[in-house]
């Protein structure tokens, strides 16, 4: 992109950057497992969120795009066709600068390294420390921001290659650098002045450095050696609104305005005495990351009502400084947030059709085409070499999981065939116990008919149902009694021999049931070795 030179807004057609917020942490990294568990992103806040009130559309799910990765080249790439398209811009890059550790960095530094995609963009240090409070935990530091002259120095010294891009966007000639909370700087002129200075050494145009005005007192930018200030949507709102909010919840800590009113709030400032550039959001709604309390939502934000705010915004800015205006949208792709011109499963595209025809509105070219599409389309990467660890530890377990389904498969048909065998035995001792009834039966409505034909009295209970009494003898000659005969023969005990085991297997039925295995040689089987060896 060639380098944009200073010019006079003279009444030409030419508008505002309009540069879009871009949040990097839809990517897996080392420290969100650590802090978060394994494969945690951005997404996982967006997925599990729940609506708060009746009506309350959550979770705000995305569009075309999906649940995507910012490691994979063609989601980069279809996030810039689609923001060309419709007329942004540029994207503002969250950056992460710790003392040296840059985080979340791995998509710009695609970016940086390969030349795709051929979009602008420009960096916003986002310079606090970070905390575990904004997923709804306890005040926990994860990482402490720090400040020195010898960090400064390394900082500005990467920044400065980045500024060689020429895809870095330039204001009056000037390399863009936002900074997100200037008032955290513990001496900012000496920070500008070092960053001024080294510029200069390398052959580099000082950074055109812009504040954000996140803090109740605005500090005039000049007073601290930068270039300009921002407004940042939804910062300030309590001192711009004459209403009161909405309150709600858990001690009533949610907050909700509404979003016309806080449109119209900000549009109405008066102006400053230094260059300011206007800030306009898609919506707002951040009960992803603060389901328990503390959220805060711009009820009511639909497509249209956006766009006017965007085009009040883009009007002025065009008028006050041309090209070297800028408008900032808050944001591309703030899921957690609610703020997102990226589609969404509800809107669609509907966010980035009413930007495109705001800014063609303010160009005089209503209804013409939209900018043709990037013609250069990366060659897609490879699984393999995209998740390289992953696909190890897959093929490794997919090779140990194959030897234990074929062993499971065995066993379940071992385990069937053992208890079917042992259905059928049961079936058939039942139906044995069931005969031996129907004999007993018989045997006790003979003895009660004998008992009415000899006229006897009732006979004392013998105790058939408890112990056995003893056998009597049988004299010589005499026939056996009947009962004997259905006792030798189902008992199994004829002519005096040792009464045989109807099923021998009963006690290797019993281990098998306890869970004993029958072959205690078996070696120990290929899958489990090789389980164990990946743990």
Not at 219 to 237: M, Q, W
Not at 331 to 342: F, I, Q, T, V
Request: hydrophobic share 35%; with cysteine.
């Amino acid at each position: 992109m060639p380098e944009r030179t200073p010019e006079k807004n003279d009444g030409s057609e030419l508008g505002p950057e309009i540069l879009a917020f871009y949040l990097p942490q839809f990517h897996q990294v080392p420290e969100n497992d650590a802090w978060h568990g394994n494969g945690f992103t951005e997404w996982n806040v967006v997925a599990r969120s729940n609506p708060l009130y009746p009506g309350h559309r959550q979770p705000d799910l995305p569009g075309e795009l999906g649940f995507y990765d910012l490691r994979v080249p063609e989601t980069r790439y279809f996030q810039a066709r689609l923001a060309r398209e419709h007329g942004i811009t540029g994207f503002l890059y969250y950056h992460y600068w710790f003392s040296g550790q840059r985080m979340l960095e791995r998509p710009l530094q695609e970016v940086l390294a390969s030349g795709h995609p051929d979009f602008p963009f420009a960096l916003c240090w986002a310079n606090e420390s970070w905390y575990r409070r904004w997923q709804d935990s306890v005040d926990e530091m994860l990482v402490e921001q720090s400040f020195s002259e010898e960090d400064d120095l390394a900082h500005i010294r990467w920044l400065i290659e980045c500024f060689r891009d020429p895809r870095y966007i330039r204001i009056e000639g000037r390399p863009l650098l936002a900074i997100y909370r200037a008032s955290l700087l513990p001496n900012p002129l000496r920070t500008v002045e070092l960053w001024r200075r080294e510029c200069e050494e390398a052959g580099m145009e000082p950074p055109w450095l812009v504040m954000f005005e996140t803090a109740e007192d605005v500090t005039e930018p000049s007073s601290i050696g930068f270039d300009a200030s921002a407004e940042f949507v939804p910062h300030r709102l309590p001192g711009l609104l004459r209403s009161e909010p909405v309150r709600f919840g858990p001690e009533e800590s949610h907050v909700m305005y509404d979003y016309d009113d806080v449109a119209a709030a900000y549009l109405d400032r008066p102006a400053a005495g230094w260059q300011r550039y206007p800030c306009v959001a898609t919506g707002w709604d951040n009960t992803p990351r603060r389901q328990s309390g503390s959220a805060l939502i711009l009820l009511d934000s639909t497509p249209e009502k956006y766009g006017r705010w965007l085009a009040e915004a883009a009007d002025r800015q065009k008028k006050a400084a041309g090209r070297n205006g800028i408008v900032f949208v808050n944001a591309w792709n703030e899921w957690a947030e609610g703020a997102h011109l990226e589609p969404s499963a509800f809107w669609g595209r509907a966010y980035l059709e009413v930007t495109r025809d705001v800014l063609q509105g303010l160009s005089g070219g209503a209804g013409s085409e939209p900018p043709a599409a990037e013609p250069i389309h990366p060659e897609p990467i490879p699984t393999e070499d995209l998740y390289h660890h992953l696909y190890e530890r897959f093929v490794a377990l997919q090779d140990a999981s194959s030897g234990f389904l074929s062993y499971a498969d065995r066993r379940i048909r071992e385990v069937q065939r053992h208890y079917e065998s042992k259905l059928a035995r049961r079936e058939y001792q039942t139906a044995q116990i069931v005969g031996l009834n129907e004999q007993m039966a018989e045997q006790l409505q003979q003895q009660a008919d004998r008992m009415r034909d000899l006229a006897l009295p009732d006979v004392p209970e013998t105790g058939w149902l408890g112990v056995a009494p003893p056998a009597r003898p049988v004299a010589e000659g005499m026939p056996e009694d009947p009962g004997d005969e259905g006792a030798g023969a189902e008992g199994g005990q004829t002519n005096g021999e040792t009464p045989s085991r109807p099923f021998a297997a009963d006690e290797d039925e019993r281990r098998r049931d306890e869970g004993h295995d029958e072959t205690p040689g078996i070696a120990t089987p290929r899958w489990l070795v090789e389980l164990e060896a990946l743990d």
